[in-house]
Nanobody, 124 residues
Framework: QVQLVESGGGLEQAGGSLRLSCAASGRVFSTYTMGWFRQAPGKEREFVAAIDWTGRITRYADSVKGRFTVSRDNAKSTVYLQIISLKPEDTAVYYC?????????????????WGQGTQVTVSS
């Protein structure tokens, strides 16, 4: 079992930046692919970014490429999502998820564990 706890969300102005963190419990964190998803009000949950267990392979949604950077520190069992040049359309609850098969997937249903989410609100 893996427990995930996100932090770092908040209210920011457009053009600002945030770094989200996701702390994981469990010894197998270092073998899991970690993903970030977001869900805006009235919309479906969407893929944002993912990183494999080595940290060398990453994937991003087209809408966030160049502004979002996913990284991980296996020694700290933590995955990060750095966001720059925030836009109002980035407003959403951001979730981290763990995928135990080690594949870098973009489909939420393929992820095995989820955090509770952290709210990001971007004002214009």
């Amino acid at each position: 079992q893996v427990q995930l706890v996100e932090s770092g969300g908040g209210l920011e102005q457009a053009g600002g930046s945030l770094r989200l963190s996701c702390a994981a419990s469990g010894r197998v964190f270092s073998t899991y692919t970690m993903g970030w998803f977001r869900q805006a009000p009235g919309k479906e949950r969407e893929f944002v970014a993912a990183i494999d267990w080595t940290g060398r392979i990453t994937r991003y949604a087209d809408s966030v490429k160049g502004r979002f950077t996913v990284s991980r520190d296996n020694a700290k069992s933590t995955v990060y999502l750095q966001i720059i040049s925030l836009k109002p359309e980035d407003t959403a609850v951001y979730y981290c998820a763990a995928e135990k098969d080690g594949l870098v997937r973009i489909t939420s249903s393929r992820y095995d564990y989820w955090g509770q989410g952290t709210q990001v609100t971007v004002s214009s």
